[in-house]
């Protein structure tokens, strides 16, 4: 048992560090974006800034372009920052909290993965629920409470499938999730079936 506290451990903390790691590039990438775009702006303002014989004036008739551009681009990439970490720091909480039993599931999950680095699930098995994480927040529903699953898939030409399950009670939908990995999806269906044998699993594709 202590063996196996252990390995659950050491796999929990690379999991972390790994989603960390992948939390960390991305606002990096956004950071570096940002940056990038108001340098070529600012690049383009000091040429026509040393090349003008007015500099002061210059300078002056520039600066409220170069504040609205500043304040347009932190609008745009900073909540995309505050985004990427409010949803790690999340999922990295829920993930801390949960027990060995379902940290064990968790490891299935991604196991059945295709992936180059670890990022935030689109769902987490906890307690007995299905904990997701949507833009703001996060939602729970007991398993107990769901009578059917309807599952889609969206081909996409362009770009990678989506794959949707829709869950019900008896009588309404209660959420959506939507992942872009097959094993996810996979998962899914394949848990909730052996947490709930009479689940009725229906596809809107056929």
Same mark, same amino acid.
């Given at each position: 048992?202590?063996?196996?506290?252990?390995?659950?451990?050491?796999?929990?903390?690379?999991?972390?560090?790994?989603?960390?790691?992948?939390?960390?590039? $991305?606002?990096?990438?956004?950071? @570096? #974006?940002? %940056? &990038?775009?108001?340098?070529f702006?600012?690049?383009?303002? *000091?040429?026509?800034?040393?090349?003008?014989?007015?500099? $002061?004036?210059?300078?002056?008739? @520039? #600066?409220? %372009? &170069?504040?609205i551009?500043?304040?347009?681009?932190s609008? *745009?990439?900073?909540?995309?920052?505050?985004?990427?970490?409010?949803?790690?720091?999340?999922?990295?909480?829920?993930?801390?909290?949960?027990?060995?039993?379902?940290?064990?599931?968790?490891?299935?999950y991604?196991?059945?993965l295709?992936?180059?680095?670890?990022?935030?699930?689109?769902?987490?098995?906890?307690?007995?629920?299905?904990?997701?994480?949507?833009?703001f927040?996060?939602?729970?529903?007991?398993?107990?409470?769901?009578?059917?699953?309807?599952t889609?898939?969206?081909r996409?030409?362009?770009?990678?499938?989506?794959f949707?399950?829709?869950?019900?009670?008896?009588?309404s939908?209660?959420?959506?999730?939507?992942?872009?990995?097959?094993?996810a999806?996979?998962?899914?269906?394949?848990?909730l079936?052996?947490e709930?044998?009479d689940?009725?699993i229906?596809?809107?594709?056929?």
């Amino acid at each position: 048992m202590s063996s196996y506290r252990s390995i659950a451990k050491l796999f929990l903390e690379s999991e972390l560090s790994r989603i960390k790691k992948t939390r960390n590039i $991305l606002i990096a990438i956004f950071t @570096s #974006l940002f %940056t &990038l775009c108001y340098g070529f702006f600012l690049v383009g303002f *000091f040429q026509n800034w040393l090349n003008n014989e007015d500099r $002061l004036s210059f300078f002056y008739k @520039s #600066l409220p %372009t &170069l504040s609205i551009l500043f304040i347009c681009l932190s609008l *745009f990439f900073g909540p995309l920052c505050w985004i990427t970490f409010s949803k790690n720091q999340k999922f990295i909480h829920a993930l801390r909290s949960i027990n060995e039993q379902d940290l064990e599931i968790y490891r299935k999950y991604t196991s059945q993965l295709v992936r180059a680095y670890a990022t935030i699930a689109p769902y987490l098995f906890r307690d007995k629920k299905i904990l997701l994480f949507t833009l703001f927040g996060h939602k729970q529903i007991s398993i107990n409470q769901i009578h059917r699953i309807e599952t889609k898939i969206v081909r996409n030409y362009r770009g990678p499938n989506s794959f949707r399950i829709y869950f019900y009670t008896e009588f309404s939908e209660i959420h959506q999730v939507t992942t872009h990995q097959l094993g996810a999806f996979t998962f899914m269906q394949e848990h909730l079936k052996r947490e709930i044998p009479d689940l009725i699993i229906i596809s809107r594709n056929r």
